[in-house]
């Protein structure tokens, strides 16, 4: 029982670590969740063209949230929101 609780912890401190060494936003991750998201949206677009509408303006929100923004930090993090949103 000891054993098994020692090998518990010791998966938690490592889950734990790789957590925290989240990878940074690189220009290839921003340019990977861009496409993405563009594919995500293309996808909604030709399943439903009625939403259509819908998602332009979902997209326009988190748009206009991240304008003026200039890291790559937040590029990742719009390019996220955007393909959470287009997938809803």
């Given at each position: 029982?000891?054993?098994?609780?020692?090998?518990?912890?010791?998966?938690?401190?490592?889950?734990?670590?790789?957590?925290?060494?989240a990878?940074?936003?690189?220009?290839?991750i921003a340019?990977?969740?861009?496409?993405?998201?563009?594919?995500?949206?293309?996808?909604?677009?030709?399943?439903?063209?009625?939403?259509?509408?819908?998602?332009?303006?979902k997209?326009?929100?988190?748009?206009?949230?991240?304008?003026?923004?200039?890291t790559?930090?937040?590029?990742?993090?719009?390019?996220?929101?955007?393909t959470?949103?287009?997938?809803?």
């Amino acid at each position: 029982m000891k054993k098994f609780l020692f090998v518990a912890v010791g998966l938690a401190v490592l889950a734990g670590s790789a957590c925290s060494k989240a990878p940074e936003c690189t220009a290839e991750i921003a340019t990977k969740k861009a496409q993405d998201m563009a594919a995500a949206l293309q996808e909604a677009i030709t399943k439903d063209p009625s939403k259509a509408a819908d998602l332009t303006a979902k997209v326009q929100a988190v748009t206009t949230k991240y304008q003026g923004t200039t890291t790559l930090a937040d590029a990742c993090k719009a390019y996220d929101e955007l393909t959470a949103a287009i997938k809803g």
